[in-house]
């Protein structure tokens, strides 16, 4: 706990006495950190691929102008750089319009199985080049619920984006679908989807901070793997604004399952 303490002289029939005022500014505090440790994290990702880039554009002013096997070699990995910065920059929007969004709830009806079936058509070209299978398993009729269709689908996205790429190749990704008729205690009938990777999976150790921003298990794989960081705390985010919760469970070599429930009234 953290007080500021401002001492003011006041003088009580001419003895010289003095006013303390104790005021608790812990949470000030830990919101001052937590910002500095924002901007610190930020300048650090977006340095990283920026002095890369730097980097390559000098030796192609300079000793690699002539050698079109260099240049070809440099454009490629500059791409690749400036494709990261890209990606961390459209996370950061997306995480400051769901922080921003978090309290207003959205009303539209949103069909939850044409969404995650969004996500997946999307993703199956990349899970096919890394040997990885989709399959849906559930519900897949109509499943109206009042939800934003956008956030949504970047909610399935990238715990699908995530099975596949930690998930082991040639393994399976399921995406299991129920109604859950009392899924969230006092908020009545809901919906659960279940994100299942058999892979690595994940150390109980790191389970409860994986949704803070910028936590990783492992920062050479994820860099690796084009992570930015960023996705789970965006999928926290968007559950809490559609009043759904979001579970991780993960058992070490065999697998993960990445659990949401969405309120469906
Ligand atoms: P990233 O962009 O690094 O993937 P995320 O916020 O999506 O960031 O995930 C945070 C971290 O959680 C990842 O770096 C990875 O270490 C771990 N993680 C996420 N999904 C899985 C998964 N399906 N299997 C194993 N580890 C995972």
């Known amino acids: ?15 010289r006495c003095a006013l303390c005022a104790f ?12 910002r500095r440790d924002f901007v610190a994290n930020v300048s650090h990702e977006l340095r990283t691929p920026l002095t890369a880039l730097l980097g390559f554009i000098e030796t192609l002013q300079g000793a690699a102008r002539e050698d079109p096997a260099a240049r070809a ?8 750089e400036a494709g990261r910065m890209n990606r ?6 997306s995480l400051s319009r769901v922080e921003a969004e978090e309290r207003v ?4 009806q949103v069909d939850v199985s044409a969404v995650i079936g969004q996500a997946v058509a999307a993703l199956r070209p990349m899970a096919e080049a890394a040997g990885v299978a989709i399959e849906r398993t559930g519900e897949t009729g ?14 399935f996205h990238n715990l699908i984006e995530n099975a596949v790429k930690y998930g082991a190749s040639g393994k399976l990704v399921t995406v299991e679908v129920a109604r859950d008729p009392d899924g969230l205690a006092r908020l009545g009938p809901a919906v659960r989807i279940e994100v299942v990777d058999r892979g690595e999976g994940i ?16 920062n050479h794989r994820s860099r690796e793997k084009g992570g930015t960081g960023l996705g789970l705390a965006i999928v926290k985010h968007i559950v809490n604004r559609h009043r759904g919760r979001f579970r991780i469970e993960s058992e070490l070599g065999k697998g993960s399952r990445f659990i949401v429930t969405l309120p469906a009234s």
């Open 1 to 15: 706990v953290t007080y500021r303490v401002t001492v003011t002289p006041v003088p009580v029939a001419g003895e």
């Open 23 to 34: 005021e608790d500014i812990t949470e000030q505090e830990q919101m001052g950190a937590i």
């Open 73 to 80: 070699r440099f454009l490629a990995i500059m791409a690749r």
């Open 88 to 93: 961390l920059v459209q996370d950061l929007l």
């Open 105 to 108: 709830r959205p009303v539209t």
């Open 142 to 155: 109509h499943l109206p619920l009042p939800g934003d269709a956008d956030q949504l689908t970047q909610v």
């Open 203 to 218: 150390d109980a150790i790191h389970l409860p901070r994986l949704t803070e921003r910028f936590y990783r298990v492992d």
